[in-house]
């Protein structure tokens, strides 16, 4: 079964311009055209643009996915090449989800802090805190007004 364009961009939540400008790029050597002359993708066209997604939702650049295609499309001979660039990548996806993690634990911080049933006075001493730290460091404090 073939499938066009548009259903290929509905079923992958992309727009037409955005399979448009893959095929630029280079990525979609592999999407052959009928004979209208429009793209027409194939069960195993659909396993390359999942692909292609995935690489792109974890921030591979399009000139390394376009790198990894080709070595897709230059065959088996290819296998080491494939695995380096992945593996590179997967290096930066896994250093990208402890940055989250770490950045989710913070968010989890403040929300614990304004669910306390005194957040209010937890918010008070840490302004107090602050102005205080500021004053003993000849530094204007940041939650009064300036008049100028």
């Known amino acids: 079964m073939g499938y066009s364009i548009k ?4 079923k ?10 893959y095929d630029k790029q280079g990525l979609l050597p592999f999407v052959g055209r009928n004979a209208s002359g429009y793209r027409e993708f194939t069960e195993s066209d659909l ?11 974890t921030g591979m650049k399009i000139s ?11 065959g088996p001979a290819t296998i080491a090449d494939r695995k380096r ?19 989710l634990q913070e968010i989890d911080y403040k929300l614990d802090v ?3 049933p005194n957040a209010s006075d937890i918010i008070t001493q840490q302004r107090q805190y602050v102005s205080q ?3 003993a ?11 100028s």
């Open 114 to 116: 304004y669910n306390q």
């Open 7 to 10: 259903e290929v961009a509905e």
């Open 137 to 147: 460091n000849h530094l204007p404090n940041p939650f009064q007004k300036s008049n």
């Open 64 to 74: 390394d996915i376009k790198q990894y295609i080709d070595y897709c499309m230059a």
């Open 85 to 103: 660039l992945l593996t590179a990548h997967r290096q930066q996806v896994v250093a990208q989800q402890k940055k989250l993690r770490e950045n």
């Open 133 to 135: 730290e500021k004053q």
């Open 47 to 57: 396993r390359f643009v999942h692909t292609i997604c995935c690489l792109k939702d």
């Open 12 to 21: 992958f939540g992309l727009s037409i311009y955005t399979i448009r400008y």
